[in-house]
């Protein structure tokens, strides 16, 4: 197969370049190449993904410690229990130390301690007493806001006896587990077919990924937001862009299009994640449906660990359309360790470089054009249309100058380079859209314990993102040639679509936690930050701006928790509130119906909203604990759904101009979206390895962002938005878990639920306002598992499976998404090897995704019901044959691990 060919040079416009983006060019963290001169557009595609991954890759190690946004969320939680002699006496002064910390506590008259501000991670903890024996319990596992329960029995003794070491049991149930969370053991993932972390979250309950069920070109807008980032999957009914994002307590979600690339991280470079999909603490904000956490290394290391990771996907068969490949490989690497000559300084570093073509393809055929698109003869140029690199690098460092004190310092790296499939530019592939997107992060957070009970943290975030989507940097370029087309196929031109975005979010945050009593944990929590949002949609066409904007709207926040441990009957309530204040700090006409009188233009109202939020644990016996959690929540819309419209080169701005619209004009008063989340769930231990989770949820969302017409005093009528779209999401989670017994572990999740909106995309006006319908995105009964077998000789396997219900589509107008397509039926396997040679850990693995080849199809043609074939006698086979109405076929993919031992 030939070299893949991208769409343009490398980098956006002079202008946007001259602007916007000289600071990210001179800092080194986007490269910008301008064609030779004299070259012509079609030239000026080749080549460019290569030296964009290539140049992505030597800046990513100038990008991870040069800068400083916001909030700190749960990065730390709780140890507390119990020290006793073998008759259940209590020791009175025992010392319990977490090795590696430098942090402990001593047991009061009743033996009982707790030490808070505990790093999220795995450690080894001692007890110890005078007169009784030492005991170190390994592998104990703290969790983000969580308590983990320790109690020690040490041995009465008048002489010295041997340390005793035991390996941490998880108790029968987490007590204080008021709200539905999963964890992502990182661990397991290295041992499961997946690529990245996107595929793994796929098989968590209430969990699924955003399938498009239109084509391209029949989006609202003329699929021109085909493109914009978004995170791309719906928790719990959902739609894209209600989570948020916390890396190392430091939120990343990107607010002008909303969403974070999961796609592009890797378990390598995290110590561990944590998934909310339903209720949450008020620590949380900016989010309505799911909350998602990515921790690194958090605690000090005292030996370097290691690991390099390898795998392709060309191992022997016909890369391209047909082929066994689709041209994949993946190189990961990870290192951490104590920094050389400096006491308690460690440092953890990461990377991923990863390139696929992608499944879907375009073909290029020598007569083509010249015949008018009549000629399909000779051999034509395959294109990939959807291929995917991506290179993302972490970088963090840990200081501890003090017992009470810890300093670190982080951030991340990554550059994501794509292509998207349109069916209508199949034969003129190089007419389509690339998408670019750099972000970068940078923190610096203090933490520091004034007493046993009370601490602090201070955080300083700088996130950076920056988007763009063109088929040519250069306008000139989209004059050079003509648009023609057969009426099923575009013959030459491209597709009219240009966008240059950055957000740039720059604040603080505080919290405050203290354990003001053995029952009370008590936390303050503010932030504020502000964020350069700057948008540039162009008809490059025609040159002219459809927006153009740069505003500075800022927020702060504060919150108030208040973890209450009951002991003596062993619930956990969980109370709090949460004030949020937004201002977009724009200016905008009061009355949609006169826009055009400057005299009604006045400044936007800010935002400010209160979101009381509640848990409730109980625990029935030692084995089983009911919970309920209930809250409010609040998102403001991104920012592109607010400023739609604004164009800084209209005469009358900040009026918009109503007589020319690609899109929709933003009403000045937008408020937040709102939902109210009900969950009442179940944990039981059925038995020693079996661990049930039942859940039912509701939620209820209103003033959702949504299209009405308006019409101005002079008779014109435009598309506006506004706060007139609403959704209810009900159903059940069923969580099954089998730790590791008998050679094998597994878990099982399943979803029923129903999600009814008034309408399911933004730009498209409700077919009847005051009724809801199925969402695009529904599907009532989801399925996932993963069962994973070790065995002693090293060596094991682990199957993913899913099995979800077809996506609803509408054949009678007056009953919309009334029909379902097929279900959706996955099998996937990673099969490993483990050796050791050399004093290394070595790995040989073989992962193959859609084990069954299952041709999994994702939408159907209305009229007729299946894929591949509408009921229109006047549409040719060719067009109707969309491949993107199926999912990819079987991948066989092999690799190579080493790390130390």
């Not at 017992?403 to 389509?432: C, D």
């Not at 004030?579 to 009061?590: G, K, V, W």
């Amino acid at each position: 197969m030939r070299p893949r060919t991208p769409n343009a040079s490398r980098g956006p416009s002079k202008r946007w370049e001259d602007g916007l983006m000289s600071s990210i060019r001179t800092r080194g963290f986007i490269c910008l190449r301008r064609p030779a001169s004299g070259g012509t557009a079609q030239s000026d595609q080749r080549g460019r993904r290569m030296r964009s991954v290539t140049k992505a890759w030597a800046a990513a190690a100038l990008a991870v410690l040069l800068i400083l946004g916001q909030a700190a969320a749960q990065t730390t939680g709780k140890i507390a229990g119990r020290v006793t002699d073998e008759n259940d006496e209590a020791i009175v002064g025992a010392n319990v130390l977490v090795k590696g910390l430098r942090t402990g506590a001593s047991s009061d008259l009743d033996g009982y301690f707790f030490i808070v501000n505990v790093p999220v991670g795995t450690y080894t903890v001692t007890a110890s007493a005078l007169g009784h024996q030492t005991v170190d319990i390994e592998r104990v596992k703290v969790r983000p806001g969580m308590t983990t329960r320790l109690d020690f029995t040490l041995r009465t003794s008048a002489v010295m006896l041997e340390e005793v070491t035991v390996t941490y049991e998880a108790p029968q149930i987490q007590v204080d587990r008021t709200f539905k969370v999963q964890e992502l053991d990182v661990g397991e993932l290295r041992t499961m077919p997946v690529v990245d972390i996107s595929q793994a979250l796929e098989l968590q309950a209430g969990v699924t990924r955003n399938i498009e069920t239109t084509p391209v070109s029949s989006r609202p807008v003329f699929g021109q937001f085909a493109t914009i980032p978004t995170d791309g999957f719906h928790f719990r009914g959902g739609r894209e862009g209600e989570a948020n994002f916390y890396f190392d307590g430091v939120p990343v979600r990107d607010d002008l299009w909303g969403g974070f690339d999961i796609q592009a991280l890797s378990a390598e470079g995290l110590d561990n994640l944590t998934v909310y999909s339903g209720t949450f603490g008020p620590e949380f904000g900016d989010a309505m449906s799911g909350v998602m956490l990515f921790n690194t290394l958090s605690r000090p290391e005292r030996t370097y660990r290691w690991r390099l990771t390898g795998q392709t996907d060309r191992v022997g068969g016909k890369t391209g359309p047909g082929g066994g490949s689709d041209d994949t490989w993946q190189g990961e690497a990870s290192l951490s360790g104590p920094v050389p000559m400096v006491n308690n300084l460690t440092f953890a570093l990461s990377s991923r470089l990863y390139s696929t073509d992608g499944y879907l393809y375009g073909y290029i055929y020598p007569n083509y054009v010249d015949s008018e698109g009549a000629d399909k003869s000779g051999d034509p140029e395959v294109v990939p249309m959807q291929f995917y690199d991506v290179t993302f690098n972490t970088g963090k460092l840990l200081y501890q100058p003090r017992k009470n004190m810890r300093l670190s310092l982080g951030g991340f790296y990554g550059h994501t380079n794509r292509g998207l499939y349109s069916h209508f530019f199949k034969y003129n592939p190089y007419g389509t859209p690339q998408v670019e997107l750099d972000q970068n992060l940078g923190y610096i957070k203090l933490n520091h314990a004034i007493s046993d009970r009370t601490y602090y943290n201070i955080t300083l975030s700088r996130y950076d993102r920056i988007f763009l989507s063109r088929v040519y940097d250069n306008l000139a370029d989209y004059l050079t040639i003509p648009q023609n087309s057969t009426g099923e196929f575009s013959i030459s031109g491209e597709d009219w679509v240009y966008f240059e975005s950055r957000y740039l979010r720059s604040g603080g945050s505080l919290e405050l936690a203290t354990q003001a009593d053995d029952r009370n944990l008590v936390r303050f929590g503010a932030t504020y930050d502000e964020a350069l949002t700057k948008l540039r949609r162009l008809n490059p066409d025609g040159f002219s701006e459809i927006e153009d904007y740069s505003y500075i709207p800022f927020k702060a926040s504060a919150y108030l928790a208040d973890k209450m441990e009951f002991n003596s009957i062993g619930m956990i309530l969980n109370i709090g509130l949460r004030a949020d204040y937004i201002d977009p700090n724009r200016s905008f006409p009061a009355d949609l119906t006169n826009t055009q009188d400057v005299s009604t233009v006045k400044d936007v109202d800010p935002s400010f909203f209160l979101s009381p939020r509640i848990g409730i644990s109980y625990p029935v016996s030692d084995k089983a604990a009911f919970r309920f959690g209930y809250g409010h929540y609040y998102q403001y819309p991104n920012f592109y759904k607010v400023y739609q419209g604004a164009n800084l080169k209209y005469p009358n701005y900040p009026s918009p101009n109503i007589y020319s619209v690609t899109g929709a004009i933003a009403a000045g008063d937008i408020k937040e979206e709102r939902t109210i989340n009900y969950e009442a769930g179940l944990q039981a231990r059925l038995s020693d390895v079996l661990k049930l989770d039942l859940t039912g949820f509701y939620r209820k969302t209103s003033d959702l962002i949504g299209t009405l017409v308006v019409e101005d005093r002079s008779g014109a009528r435009f598309p506006a938005l506004d706060n007139i779209n609403y959704a209810t999401v009900k159903g059940i989670e069923l969580t099954l878990r089998k730790s590791f017994s008998s050679s094998f572990s597994a878990f099982i999740n399943y979803t029923f639920s129903q999600t009814l909106v008034s309408s399911s995309l933004l730009f498209e006006q409700p077919t009847d306002v005051s009724r809801t319908f199925l969402a695009d995105w529904d599907q009532p009964h989801v399925f996932s598992g993963s069962v994973a077998f070790r065995f002693p000789s090293e060596w094991g396997f682990t199957l993913n499976g899913g099995l979800s219900s077809g996506f609803p589509y509408t054949f009678n107008a007056f009953a919309p998404n009334e029909e379902r397509g097929p279900m959706q039926i996955n099998l996937d396997v990673y099969a490993y090897k483990d050796f050791g040679f050399f004093g290394l850990k070595e790995r040989l693995f073989l992962q193959v995704n859609n084990l069954i080849n299952r041709p999994n199809v994702w939408w159907v043609y209305a009229d007729s019901g299946k894929p591949g074939e509408d009921a229109s006698p006047a549409t040719s086979y060719d067009y109707t044959n969309n491949p993107a109405m199926w999912g990819p076929g079987r991948r066989i993919q092999v690799g190579l691990s080493l790390w130390a031992q």
